[in-house]
């Protein structure tokens, strides 16, 4: 968990390779979805573009089928979900085990720094920063010497209204998170705040 910009994507790059486990991002399927046109893109653009988020049953529906592939058997990572209290109550219905809850806790100045200055390479995943983490070769991919993208969202604009969307709908799942923890309750995932500020590395070596 985390704001729009606070390092999931990245630190998520550590874990998956760490662990061997596939990364579940839902802004990363919605990209994909939006690249190749589908039906789902198509209604999920307009949305991701002013920055609000796109309805429950939907993302619900697509994690649901996401965690029954055979690569997720052994474990997964969630990265931008849930993102919504009824996101989050689903995924305790459906007894979807989650043994850690991370929270990167980042400022919104130090967001909107992040944000501003980000480059990805989709394909990959890979991501970088025009500043903290440049890429070797001018807005070109390291491994593969592709060009870099900026994201759609990455506009100051749409970032000041992505904080808001999440300080109002997904800040309440941390309270949520830290209760269930605190329950004792046998299922109860464990959770764990991690401050933001500082290099790649330093908050790498916190997870
Ligand atoms: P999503 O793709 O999840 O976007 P987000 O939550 O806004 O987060 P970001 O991907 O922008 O940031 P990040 O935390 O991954 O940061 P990163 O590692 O890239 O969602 C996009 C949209 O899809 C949503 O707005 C919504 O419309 C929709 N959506 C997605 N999931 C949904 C859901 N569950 N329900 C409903 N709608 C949903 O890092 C950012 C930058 O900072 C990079 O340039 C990086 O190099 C740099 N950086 C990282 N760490 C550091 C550091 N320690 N120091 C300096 N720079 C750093
Ligand atoms: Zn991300």
Same mark, same amino acid.
């Given at each position: 968990?985390?704001?729009?910009?606070?390092?999931?994507?990245?630190?998520?790059?550590?874990?998956?390779?760490?662990?061997?486990?596939?990364?579940?991002?839902?802004?990363?399927?919605?990209?994909?979805?939006?690249?190749?046109?589908?039906?789902?893109?198509?209604?999920?653009?307009?949305?991701?573009?002013?920055?609000?988020?796109?309805?429950?049953?939907?993302?619900?529906?697509?994690?649901?089928?996401?965690?029954?592939?055979?690569?997720?058997?052994?474990?997964?990572?969630?990265?931008?979900?849930?993102?919504?209290?009824?996101?989050?109550? %689903?995924?305790?219905?459906?007894?979807? $085990?989650?043994?850690?809850? +991370?929270?990167?806790?980042? =400022?919104? #100045?130090? &967001?909107?720094?992040?944000?501003?200055?980000?480059?990805?390479?989709?394909?990959?995943?890979?991501?970088?920063?025009?500043?903290?983490?440049?890429?070797?070769?001018?807005?070109?991919?390291?491994?593969?010497?592709?060009?870099?993208?900026?994201?759609?969202?990455?506009?100051?604009?749409?970032?000041?209204?992505?904080?808001?969307?999440?300080?109002?709908?997904?800040?309440?799942?941390?309270?949520?998170?830290?209760?269930?923890? %605190?329950?004792?309750?046998?299922?109860? $995932?464990?959770?764990?705040? +991690?401050?933001?500020?500082? =290099?790649? #590395?330093? &908050?790498?070596?916190?997870?």
């Amino acid at each position: 968990m985390g704001g729009p910009g606070a390092g999931k994507g990245t630190q998520a790059n550590f874990i998956k390779e760490h662990f061997g486990i596939p990364q579940i991002s839902t802004g990363d399927m919605l990209r994909a979805a939006v690249k190749e046109g589908t039906e789902l893109g198509l209604m999920a653009k307009k949305i991701m573009d002013e920055g609000g988020l796109v309805p429950d049953d939907v993302i619900i529906g697509l994690v649901k089928a996401r965690i029954a592939q055979p690569d997720c058997s052994k474990g997964f990572l969630f990265d931008g979900f849930p993102r919504t209290i009824p996101q989050a109550d %689903a995924m305790k219905a459906a007894k979807v $085990p989650l043994q850690f809850v +991370i929270e990167i806790d980042v =400022s919104d #100045e130090e &967001i909107v720094r992040r944000l501003s200055g980000r480059r990805v390479h989709p394909a990959s995943g890979r991501i970088y920063h025009l500043i903290f983490s440049p890429p070797r070769v001018d807005e070109k991919d390291d491994v593969t010497g592709e060009p870099l993208i900026q994201r759609d969202d990455d506009k100051e604009e749409t970032i000041r209204k992505r904080l808001e969307i999440y300080h109002a709908q997904t800040e309440p799942l941390v309270e949520y998170y830290a209760r269930w923890s %605190a329950s004792g309750e046998k299922d109860a $995932p464990k959770y764990v705040k +991690i401050t933001g500020a500082g =290099s790649v #590395e330093t &908050i790498r070596d916190a997870i």
